[in-house]
C-alpha cells in the first residue's frame, strides 16, 4: 500500500533552517509529482510547493518562495524540503502529498519556528 513518511521537523530559532524528508514507498514514486502542505494551528491546510515526476519543474507558495527549495531523489523514493530564513509564521505540520488520481498523504512533521 501507498506510504508516505515525513521527517526532519523540530524546534529553530527565527532565520534558522531545516530540511524535511518524505519516503515513499508503495507506488512508482518516479512518475508521480509531489507536493508539500502544511498547516499552521487554527488554520486550513495550505499547499507550500511542488515538484514533476522527473523534478525539472517546481513551484512555490508566493510567501515562501525564495526561502523554500523542494526536491526530489528518485532513485530513493525521497522529495526534500529545505527551508531557509524562517519565520514565526512557518510554524505548522507540514505534510507531503502524492496524487495518484486520488491524493495520499503521509502523517506530518511537526516545525516550530520560536525564540
Known amino acids: 500500500q501507498v506510504q508516505l513518511v515525513e521527517s526532519g521537523g523540530g524546534l529553530v530559532q527565527p532565520g534558522g533552517s531545516l530540511t524535511l524528508s518524505c519516503v515513499a514507498s508503495?507506488?512508482?514514486?518516479?512518475?508521480?509529482?509531489m507536493s508539500w502542505y502544511r498547516q499552521a494551528p487554527g488554520k486550513e491546510r495550505e499547499w507550500v510547493a511542488q515538484i514533476s515526476s522527473a523534478g525539472g519543474a517546481s513551484t512555490y507558495l508566493g510567501s515562501v518562495k525564495g526561502r523554500f527549495t523542494i526536491s526530489r531523489d528518485n532513485g530513493k523514493n525521497t522529495v526534500y524540503l529545505q527551508m531557509n530564513s524562517l519565520k514565526p509564521e512557518d510554524t505548522a505540520v507540514y505534510y507531503c502529498?502524492?496524487?495518484?488520481?486520488?491524493?495520499?498523504w503521509g502523517k506530518g512533521t511537526l516545525v516550530t519556528v520560536s525564540s
Open positions: 508503495g507506488f512508482t514514486f518516479s512518475s508521480s509529482g
Open positions: 502529498k502524492a496524487w495518484l488520481g486520488v491524493g495520499y
